[in-house]
Nanobody, 114 residues
Framework: QVQLVESGGGLVQPGGSLRLSCAASGSNFRISAMGWYRQAPGKQRELVATITSPGRTNYADSVKGRFTIFRDNAKNTVSLQMNSLKPDDTAVYYC????????WGQGTQVTVSS
């Protein structure tokens, strides 16, 4: 069983920055992909960014050029640096880790508002 601990959400003004972090523990299996998804009120959960074990990244078009995903394989952590935040980025952000199955964090709220 994998446990995920997320941190770093909060309230920020438009144009500001936040960094989300997620630490995975308890896995006896190699972690392949790690990533972040988000869900805004009334909308489906959507991919934000993923990163594979070798470091290949994938971003949603809406965040390209503004968000950067990082991964530390030795520590089993994944972080998301979010810059130039917009009100449309407001959502609950979920960490995702893939071993032989998917694991999800509890979610952290990001609110972008003036």
């Amino acid at each position: 069983q994998v446990q995920l601990v997320e941190s770093g959400g909060g309230l920020v003004q438009p144009g500001g920055s936040l960094r989300l972090s997620c630490a995975a523990s308890g896995s006896n299996f190699r972690i392949s992909a790690m990533g972040w998804y988000r869900q805004a009120p009334g909308k489906q959960r959507e991919l934000v960014a993923t990163i594979t074990s070798p470091g290949r990244t994938n971003y949603a078009d809406s965040v390209k050029g503004r968000f950067t995903i990082f991964r530390d394989n030795a520590k089993n952590t994944v972080s998301l640096q979010m810059n130039s935040l917009k009100p449309d980025d407001t959502a609950v952000y979920y960490c995702n880790v893939v071993t032989y199955k998917d694991y999800w964090g509890q979610g952290t709220q990001v609110t972008v508002s003036s």
